[in-house]
């Protein structure tokens, strides 16, 4: 497979990252305005570092666009004469529609809107996936090159402003929890070190239960609290304060400012 990705910055980078430890690819061309956050990715066999975005899409047949939505339409443009019926485009960019892209680059275009999320640099990433009617027969592609680098899944577009909310930024929404967490073991007598190590360690061991289980995290939660115990107390205080209500608003906040930034 012939990969190209156009902007290698937070996550462009990370998907770089993903690919060459899986090696995933037979050439592999990293395209940034300012290249130097990838340069040290020119070392590695079949990878080349450019700044030249149309040659990345000459030298490729899937070509991952993972540009700010502000940055995404003239690059499009800009590559649209060198794109063939071979090529497939993937989209990473937060709130832009496939039918935007199929507005600049015609409807008879192989369309996959990814949305991926960070974790991808390790192979851990939850990736939803969408095409255009064209690029049906390109889906099961796709599956295999994220599916290599995490768990996908495959969904309707409609759903993929849902998913970035859920699964990339849902990322931070997770650190955000283990940040808090560590605060609580250093109150509580930890050193920062081995506060971080407690509460990274225990929120892995929670969602491998999970995974692993395939139960319900209630079902989890009784087998841990005791009746009279300190778990229940300590899940009740969260609740006063309004720990999942604060979630759930959180995640209708993101999706509301996501359906915002969309353009059709
Ligand atoms: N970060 C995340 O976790 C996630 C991001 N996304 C989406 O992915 C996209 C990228 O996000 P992110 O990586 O965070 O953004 P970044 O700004 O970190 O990366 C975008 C990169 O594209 C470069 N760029 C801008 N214009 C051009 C151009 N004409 N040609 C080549 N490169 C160019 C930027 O350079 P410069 O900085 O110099 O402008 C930058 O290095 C966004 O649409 C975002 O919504 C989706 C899911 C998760
Ligand atoms: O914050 C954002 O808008 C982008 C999309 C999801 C993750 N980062």
Redesign the pocket.
């Known amino acids: 497979m012939k990969i190209a990705i156009?902007?290698?910055?937070?996550?462009?980078s990370s998907i770089a990252k993903g690919l060459i430890s899986n090696k995933s690819f037979t050439s592999l061309y990293l395209?940034?305005?300012?290249t130097a956050a990838v340069k040290v990715f020119n070392e590695e066999d079949y990878v080349t570092v450019t700044s030249d975005?149309v040659l990345a899409v000459e030298k490729s047949d899937i070509v991952i666009f993972?540009?700010?939505?502000r940055?995404i339409d003239?690059?499009l443009e800009l590559v649209k004469p060198k794109l063939t019926d071979n090529h497939v485009v993937m989209s990473?960019?937060?709130?832009?529609e496939i039918s935007r892209i199929e507005r600049i680059l015609g409807s008879d275009t192989n369309i996959i809107r990814v949305?991926?999320?960070?974790a991808i640099s390790i192979g851990k990433s939850m990736t939803c996936i969408a095409a255009n009617s064209k690029a049906q027969d390109k889906v099961e592609m796709a599956e295999t090159i994220f599916n290599q680098l995490g768990t996908t899944l495959i969904i309707p577009e409609e759903l993929i402003q849902a998913a970035?909310v859920i699964c990339?930024s849902g990322?931070a929404f997770w650190m955000r929890l283990v940040r808090a967490t560590t605060q609580g073991a250093i109150q509580l007598g930890f050193e920062a070190e081995q506060a971080h190590e407690l509460a990274t360690q225990t929120c892995y061991g929670a969602a491998s239960l999970l995974i692993e289980s395939g139960r319900h995290p209630e079902q989890e939660i009784d087998r841990v609290t005791t009746p009279s115990g300190c778990t229940i107390e300590g899940l009740n205080a969260m609740e006063h304060q309004g720990l999942s209500s604060a979630l759930i608003q959180g995640i209708v906040a993101s999706f509301e400012k996501i359906n915002q930034l969309k353009t059709t």
């Not at 395209?31 to 300012?34: E, F, H, M, P, V």
């Not at 993972?66 to 939505?69: F, G, R, V």
């Not at 949305?115 to 960070?118: I, L």
Request: aromatic share 0%; proline share 6%; hydrophobic share 40%.
């Open positions: 156009i902007g290698t910055g937070n996550l462009g395209s940034d305005k300012n975005n993972a540009l700010q939505p940055h003239k690059v990473v960019a937060a709130g832009v949305m991926p999320n960070t970035t990339a990322i």
